[in-house]
Nanobody, 120 residues
Framework: QVQVAESGGGLVQPGGSLRLSCTVSGNIFSIAAMGWYRQAPGNERELVAR???????DYGASVRGRFTISRASAENTVVLQMNNLKPDDTGVYYC??????????????WGQGTQVTVSS
């Protein structure tokens, strides 16, 4: 069974930094891409950052230049470094593991979400 574990959310003042981590575990052959999405109250879920094979990265327009997604040394783990945080960055951040290949099937897997609040 595939599990997606997120950590690192919390409360931070504007201009501060947070680091989110996501680890995918289970009997996994491969993962096509991993990324972070966020959802604020009343808004749709939107892309924050994504890293695919050969370390190709994509960022949402509002976070480009402030956030960085990278692979950690631990297997199937990605880290999102968030700098110069703004109140508009507030929301629940979800990790998505795309096309996780297992002995049974290929499927996308979402984490439970972690709250990020930017407020003074």
């Amino acid at each position: 069974q595939v599990q997606v574990a997120e950590s690192g959310g919390g409360l931070v003042q504007p201009g501060g930094s947070l680091r989110l981590s996501c680890t995918v575990s289970g009997n996994i052959f491969s993962i096509a891409a991993m990324g972070w999405y966020r959802q604020a109250p009343g808004n749709e879920r939107e892309l924050v950052a994504r890293i695919a094979r050969r370390d190709r990265t994509d960022y949402g327009a509002s976070v480009r230049g402030r956030f960085t997604i990278s692979r950690a040394s631990a297997e199937n783990t990605v880290v999102l470094q968030m700098n110069n945080l703004k109140p508009d960055d507030t929301g629940v951040y979800y990790c998505l593991a795309e096309r996780v290949a297992t002995p049974d099937r290929d499927k996308d897997h979402w984490g439970q979400g972690t709250q990020v609040t930017v407020s003074s």
